[in-house]
């Protein structure tokens, strides 16, 4: 299936240094999004990037895509312990009517 | 505005029992989509509901089955339980579908089988 691997599986930093969080996958798409997860709760949408773009902010998020590798980073500068949470991409398949697809994502725990 | 609306949040069924789940998406929304996540397998898309028709289904035995009513609200039924039931089950809404743009999650009803 075209699912969207996250990389790291678990992340662990300080509070106030950046956190970096990759995405693969597998076929061409139309966009890309970022979700958020705190533990046991709904997702909550971050960003999209479409396929025709390379780079996009919001805020404290990076989000960067590179078509050619089939792979996007999400940056978080001068992270904060309420990012504490798991963070998922998920992607399209690039035509028609299909569902999106979630990677397993990665989860950030910021220390304080 | 308010936002997607699941129900109930929690709830416990044994082997064999069924169970029916609700989501109300946020007004004009026109498309729920169902997922099932668990620790081991992640996000698992279920369904996609649009104007009453179901346009996507995932891989998921006939046991899941949903329907969406005229004023978009959803339901997700689950026959004859099995302890792998056991899981979140997220609802998202959109305005024209899943891969046009943002979903809007509800918090999620946890299925709990023993």
């Known amino acids: 299936s075209q699912q969207g691997e996250e990389d790291p599986q678990a992340l662990s930093i300080q509070e106030g240094e950046n956190a970096t969080m990759n995405c693969s996958y597998k076929?061409?798409?139309?966009?890309l999004q970022w979700y958020r997860q705190n533990s046991g709760r709904g997702l909550v949408h971050l960003i999209l990037?479409?396929?025709?773009?390379r780079e996009k902010h919001s805020g404290r998020l990076r989000v960067t895509l590179d078509t050619s590798k089939k792979s996007s980073s999400l940056l978080i500068t001068a992270s904060r312990a309420a990012d504490t949470a798991s963070y998922f991409c998920?992607?399209?398949?690039?035509?028609?009517?299909?569902?999106?697809?979630f990677g397993k994502g990665t989860r950030l725990s910021v220390i304080a | 505005k308010a936002g997607v609306t699941q129900t109930p949040r929690y709830l416990i069924k044994t082997r064999g029992q069924q169970v029916t789940l609700s989501c109300s998406p946020i007004?004009?929304?026109?498309?729920v989509s169902w997922y099932q996540q668990t620790p081991g397998q992640g996000l698992q898309f279920l369904f996609e509901?649009?104007?009453?028709?179901?346009?996507n289904k995932g891989n998921f035995p006939g046991r899941f089955s949903g329907r969406q009513f005229s004023n978009s609200r959803s339901e997700m039924n689950v026959s004859t339980l099995e302890l792998g039931d056991s899981a979140l089950y997220l609802c998202?809404?959109?305005?024209?579908?899943?891969?046009?743009?943002?979903?809007?999650f509800g918090e999620g009803s946890r299925l709990t089988v023993l």
């Open positions: 998202a809404s959109s305005l024209l579908g899943q891969n046009t743009g943002e979903l809007f």
């Open positions: 076929t061409s798409i139309n966009n």
């Open positions: 990037i479409r396929s025709n773009e």
């Open positions: 998920a992607t399209d398949a690039g035509q028609g009517n299909t569902p999106l697809v």
């Open positions: 007004s004009g929304h026109r498309s």
């Open positions: 509901y649009f104007s009453e028709t179901q346009r």
